[in-house]
């Protein structure tokens, strides 16, 4: 039989070849031949996906839960906050089995996580109370000339003492089940491949190299904030933080020196916030004796260790607050100022550094202000180099998988956004940053204008650069 | 001048700080929550893992029978000894030297890593397959 066309199945076929036009047009897109992926950058993203799913059939918890990426990696009482009742980070409130395994008034409120680091034996009255390290620039922050230093005093993972094995501590003090902690039963322990992709992992994240300072900064008073930090006179910064990493200066230390341990009196700061609500007993750092050795022998106050605590790089500080071990400071500048307080500048560290230099650390609230801006552009300069890392990744993979990379890039812009506005600076690369905030958001929706918004947002993100550093 | 002296007071802090922290071999105590045989890092490559062959409770020594030979260790009392009763899905138990007896199955961990011979030991693992195996506190 003759097919009769109408008029109405003449714009039916119209519409079916439009239709089918469309739906070449989007598997095309989405069926892009992308490269396959070398065995490093498998065993990241395997480790990846241990890092942000894998529970260890322990209480619900993953590492992501305390170290989750959209918050550079750490926690606080901010993110905290947003956070569901029955997320297994509050597992303490709901699992009568582990009701001791945090304090949750410190958890929620401080961000303080309960840490076994003295030993087992004791459960009510030895403990400590840590901060979340964020886990950003580990491969240029790890290593040191005596071995690995992981967590906040250095001694955080069990086994060889490495990030490889610091998983594994992971899992038996945060994941299990019960206060029993028998692998097998209250979790499964990361096997050898686990370790490797999660050390992968952690080690991929963030920066790659160090600075070298001094960089030619564009706003005057980051730059003189850059100068006192450098300065031997007045910040000294830099011999614990060269180039604002977290590493020893060789000319002082030794090349190789690398990540250092010292007693800086953090632990004897005043009116610390989260000694005001509860009492915990002193941090003692490092080992669990006065010698930083092994063997449970406490200090006159009680605190076990030899009070020291390993450096965090400072290029990555001031998106990744409150500071110190214990949270116990809310702002950059806050930290900055701890140097010039009493706490430090009669620490065992202030000590040697007054004997050494003739001084201690007196800088006046002008300074405090110019340290912490310098630390904030370059916190803004980071948050830059991955915005523009994660979207570029994202015009490099499945569209799948590109959204994860715009999410993390709307993140970091959020961060140098936030560090740069909440003192004041460079408001006109600000104002680039909001755009390629904007771009990014609309390159996430788009389905025909992905990679030209991105392109766009990474041209905002160069011009924002451009504003901070020559 | 100035650039030396400053250098020189820095060195000095580098010598005190620096080299007044130990090398950071391991947080202890989740170590012993981890099986006989599964120390990330250390099992299979720096421990001794077998059977005490010999006690010697004057001396406070032991020898263990493995498959790199025989090895000889002091029990110091700064020695962690752990009973792993994780084959019977119970919880490590802290143990003593009495617990270190001759045909039980040990992992045993060198301070400073390195092996020698009755050298002090820093860990044990005692691997218990009865429930009232160990005679140790809790």
Known sequence: ?????????????????????????????????????????????????????????????TCGSCHPPENNFTIDSSFIATLPDDNPLFVAEFNPDLATLERPELL????????????????????TM???PHTLGLSVSVNSALGPRTGWSGDGAPGDGSLRSFATGAVIQHFTKTLNRVAG?????????????????????????????????????AKRGQEIFLDRNTGKCSACHVNAGANGDPNIFGAGAGNLNFDTGVENLPDQPARLVETFPIDGGFGTDPDGGSTNVPNPDGSFGNKTFNTPPVVEAADSGPFFHNNAVQTIEGAVAFYNGDAFNNSPAGQLLRGATGSGINLDGTQVDEVAAFLRVINA?????????????????????????????????????????????????????????????????????????????????????????? | ??????????????????????????QKTTEMFIPMGQSPGLSGNVTVIGTIETVNARDRTIVVAGSSGRWSTTVTK??????????????????????????????????????????????????????SGGAARQ
């Open chain 1, 1 to 61: 039989m003759a097919k009769v066309w109408t008029r109405h199945t003449v714009k039916g076929a119209a519409q079916s070849g439009l239709a089918a036009v469309c739906v070449s047009v989007f598997a095309l897109a989405s069926c892009q031949t992308l490269p396959p992926p070398d065995p490093q950058a498998k065993l990241i993203a395997k480790g990846r996906d241990l890092f942000l799913n894998e529970t260890f059939e322990g209480n619900g918890r």
């Open chain 1, 108 to 127: 929620r409120k401080f961000g303080l996580i309960l840490e076994n680091l003295d030993g087992f034996d004791d459960l009510e009255n030895k403990f």
């Open chain 1, 130 to 132: 840590r901060g979340v």
């Open chain 1, 185 to 221: 039963v209250d979790f499964r322990l990361p096997t050898d491949e686990e370790l490797d992709a999660l050390e992968a992992f952690q080690l991929s994240l963030g920066r790659q190299a160090d600075l070298t300072l001094p960089l030619p900064l564009r706003g005057t008073i």
């Open chain 1, 381 to 470: 300069l980071e948050n830059i180099r991955e915005s523009i890392a994660q979207l570029g990744a994202s015009l490099d993979v499945h569209r799948s998988k590109a959204d994860e990379h715009l999410k993390l890039a709307i993140a970091e812009t959020k961060d140098s956004i936030l560090v740069l506005k909440a003192a004041g600076l460079h408001p006109d690369a600000v104002a680039h940053l909001k755009k390629a905030k904007r771009l990014t958001r609309k390159a996430a929706r788009s389905w025909f204008f992905r990679s030209k918004k991105t392109r766009e947002a990474i041209s905002e993100q160069k011009k924002a650069r451009a504003l901070l550093v020559e």
């Open chain 2, 1 to 26: 001048m100035a650039r030396l002296g400053f250098l020189m007071g820095m060195v000095a802090i580098g010598a005190l700080l620096w080299g007044g922290t130990p090398y950071a071999h391991g």
């Open chain 2, 78 to 131: 700064h020695t962690h000894i752990w009973l792993d009763r994780s084959k019977l899905h119970l919880p490590t138990q802290y143990g003593t030297f009495a617990d270190l007896r001759k045909g039980r199955m040990v992992e045993l961990y060198y301070e400073g890593r390195e092996r020698r011979d009755k050298g002090p030991a820093e860990w044990i693992k005692v691997k218990v397959t009865e429930p």
